[in-house]
């Protein structure tokens, strides 16, 4: 790389230059600081970029940059690490004297940014997006030189150079203080936000699983608000005591991708519209059979319909709980794999006791406190579907599955000789 078009600007104490660069001339002229030989040497404080997660980038960023045709990066800001005391900025009013004076203003910072042939062009912000790049142009020879172990997986991986020709906006910052752009490395990574998981169901067309929970909340669909009550909190991903709601948007994204589980669909690319529609036909008749046929879904039902508190059914009963409905969603799965009616399971849920003072589930959904708060994380989750599984269909589990819940129980009572709970 010799000249890019640029625009020159600065903020605060910083100058940089805006550019726009192929990804080709990207991935061939930008390095990154852990390929550095200095790398190794530096101390805590003289390093200015954390450790690539390659994992990462094979696994989700790669197939965006190869599959989206919508794909779109933000700036990739890069570090001129050596050499910027040679770069020259030649700005267009230079080029062209005569310009008419309406154009003279404007262009003074509009021109071309030489480089000298010598430099050192590290990736300061977006390296993941620019390994990316170079993996999915190059395929395996894009991967780092320095990763001693491939992953079988990663054997899939294909050059697409037809990608270097997509074009990247790319920040250029001269690396004349380190502490500086250690700073400015830090700063553009700690007010950057993250979006939040309801904000990324509600805005992913991609991801079949948010996709199904959106749509499971529109008019005519199972979870619909009625007479203007929302029965699903897609703002937050937690119901208080006095909440409306059955259930949160998060929620029914893990509900969703628990059932659909076996079928591997994956969250960046949505399948052809008729997979689609089985998909939810499979989502929507859980809910639909589950508000139809479990007591206290049609006890909540009548309640929002009237317009009458809740809370006290959310205190007395745990399906009121997310935590619980996305358990039921693993007794869901296990009964399809096991070719029975999801109709008949609900029966044999309406005869559990699921009174948080039910000591049966005490270290398998809540922690039994004087609070009785709800035991959270997937594995916890995934316990008390294998448990509540059993009591429901105990007969037709597998000596190992029949296992599993004998240890979750066991580890639930801290006791190796605890029972088992009694099938229905």
């Known amino acids: 790389m010799n000249t890019v078009g640029c625009i020159k600007a600065k903020l605060g104490s910083t100058p940089y230059f805006i550019a726009k660069m192929t990804a080709g001339q990207l991935v061939d002229s930008i390095g990154f600081a852990m390929e550095m030989p200095e790398w190794e040497d530096m101390s805590a404080d003289e390093k200015m970029q954390r450790t690539l997660d390659v994992n990462r980038v094979v696994n989700d960023i790669v197939p965006y940059v190869v599959q989206d045709r919508d794909k779109f990066f933000g700036s990739i800001i890069v570090d001129i690490f050596q050499g910027f005391d040679e770069i020259t900025f ?30 050192r062009l590290i990736a300061l912000d977006g390296q993941h997006r620019l390994l990316s790049l170079r993996i999915a142009i190059k395929g395996l020879m894009g991967l780092p030189g320095w990763i001693n172990k491939i992953s079988p997986s990663w054997n899939s991986l294909k050059p697409h150079p037809e990608l270097a020709n997509e074009e990247i906006s790319v920040i250029f910052v001269e690396h004349r203080d380190t502490m500086k752009i250690r700073r400015i490395f830090n700063k553009v990574n700690r007010y950057a936000k993250q979006t939040s ?26 979870l619909a608000p009625v007479n203007g009550i929302d029965l699903v909190n897609w703002k937050n991903n937690t119901l208080s005591i006095r909440s409306k709601n059955l259930t949160t948007l998060s929620a029914l994204y893990t509900i969703s991708e628990t059932i659909l589980k076996d079928e591997r669909y994956s969250n960046s690319i949505l399948p052809a519209r008729d997979e689609l529609e089985e998909a939810y036909e499979q989502v929507k008749n859980f809910w639909k059979i589950s508000l139809d046929k479990i007591d206290v879904f049609r006890q909540y039902m009548q ?79 995934r316990s008390a579907g294998t448990v509540i599984s059993y009591i429901v269909m105990g007969k037709y589990m597998t000596k190992d599955e029949i296992v599993d819940v004998k240890q979750i129980v066991c580890n639930a009572r801290n006791d190796e000789t605890a029972e088992l709970p009694q099938i229905l």
């Open 90 to 119: 030649e700005p267009v009013s230079d080029v062209f004297p005569t310009l008419p004076a309406a154009y003279k203003i404007p262009m003074k910072d509009m021109g071309f940014l030489t480089f000298p042939g010598n430099e």
């Open 197 to 222: 998981r309801s904000d990324n169901i509600i805005t992913s067309d991609d991801d079949i699983f948010a996709v199904i929970a959106r749509r499971l909340i529109t008019d005519g669909q199972p």
């Open 303 to 381: 309640l929002t319909f009237d317009d009458r508190p809740i809370s006290a059914l959310r205190e007395s009963n745990l399906l009121l709980k997310p935590v619980t409905q996305m358990a039921l969603a693993h007794v869901a799965r296990m009964a399809h794999a096991k070719k029975i009616q999801w109709e008949e399971i609900t029966k044999k849920i309406n005869d559990i006791n699921w009174s948080f003072e039910n000591d049966l589930w005490f270290n398998i959904l809540i922690i039994p406190s004087t609070n009785k708060k709800m035991m959270t994380g997937k594995d916890a989750i």
